[in-house]
């Protein structure tokens, strides 16, 4: 994975900046980056062959709160995984792209702002695969504490945001090419012209 994917995923978990590489903690196994005069939070990011990077986050107590998973898609980066720590501390529980898009839609305020908006939407849905995925993702974030659910909203917006505005600049480069090269074809088929009209 290559250096500009590593730090893009980075800013998915800081995007205030806070997190510093700590070159005393890095190494072969990944990079590890912390807060100036904090010694629990780390945010660690491991490369995983070539195309893959496991994202991991501790807390004050320096347990892994956040193990999500990516791999390198030509110039992008997709994000495969997403686990976070359950709040008894019990095992992980992993979200699935579905949720993750729950999540992002709304997510606000918090946990219980979250659950709560979730819970209120529940019984107005009639489809049943969508209102099963509206009550696992209620049931998951109920697991979590409220910080790492608050993380857990703020990694994934700042995630989709990225992903939105990259596929924006691709769909935007691509009906540029199109009108280029749609220009090019108009002015060919006009140098062909002239070319035929002079030979007359």
Same mark, same amino acid.
């Given at each position: 994975? *290559?250096?500009?994917?590593?730090?893009?995923?980075?800013?998915?978990? !800081?995007?205030?900046?806070?997190?510093?590489?700590? #070159?005393?903690?890095?190494?072969?196994?990944? +990079?590890?980056?912390? *807060?100036?005069?904090?010694?629990?939070?780390? =945010? /660690? /990011? @491991?490369?995983?062959?070539? $195309?893959?990077? &496991?994202?991991?986050? %501790?807390?004050?107590?320096?347990? +892994?709160?956040?193990? !999500?998973?990516?791999?390198?898609?030509?110039? %992008?980066?997709?994000?495969?995984?997403? #686990?976070?720590?359950?709040? &008894?501390?019990?095992?992980?529980?992993?979200?699935?792209?579905?949720? /993750?898009?729950?999540?992002?839609?709304?997510?606000?305020?918090?946990?219980?702002?979250?659950?709560?908006?979730?819970?209120?939407?529940?019984?107005? $849905?009639?489809?049943? =695969? %969508?209102?099963? /995925?509206?009550?696992?993702? $209620?049931?998951?974030? #109920?697991? =979590?504490? @409220?910080?790492?659910?608050? &993380?857990?909203? #703020?990694?994934?917006?700042?995630?989709?945001?990225?992903?939105?505005?990259?596929? +924006?600049?691709?769909? =935007?480069?691509?009906?540029?090419?199109?009108? &280029?090269?749609?220009?090019?074809?108009?002015?060919?088929? $006009?140098?062909?012209?002239?070319?035929?009209?002079?030979?007359?």
């Amino acid at each position: 994975m *290559k250096r500009e994917q590593i730090e893009k995923i980075k800013g998915y978990y !800081d995007s205030r900046g806070e997190f510093k590489k700590n #070159s005393q903690y890095s190494g072969e196994q990944g +990079i590890v980056y912390t *807060k100036a005069g904090d010694n629990a939070h780390w =945010l /660690i /990011i @491991e490369q995983k062959g070539e $195309i893959g990077a &496991e994202v991991r986050q %501790t807390d004050d107590t320096g347990r +892994i709160t956040a193990r !999500d998973t990516y791999e390198s898609v030509r110039n %992008t980066v997709k994000c495969t995984g997403v #686990s976070r720590k359950r709040a &008894e501390g019990k095992g992980m529980v992993r979200f699935e792209p579905d949720e /993750i898009n729950l999540i992002y839609q709304f997510g606000e305020n918090g946990r219980q702002g979250t659950v709560d908006m979730l819970k209120a939407i529940e019984p107005k $849905i009639a489809d049943r =695969l %969508t209102k099963g /995925i509206v009550s696992s993702t $209620i049931h998951k974030l #109920s697991a =979590l504490s @409220e910080e790492s659910c608050s &993380e857990l909203i #703020s990694s994934t917006e700042n995630r989709k945001l990225a992903e939105r505005d990259s596929s +924006i600049r691709k769909r =935007l480069a691509d009906a540029q090419k199109k009108v &280029e090269e749609r220009a090019g074809t108009g002015r060919n088929s $006009i140098d062909r012209k002239k070319k035929n009209s002079l030979s007359l």
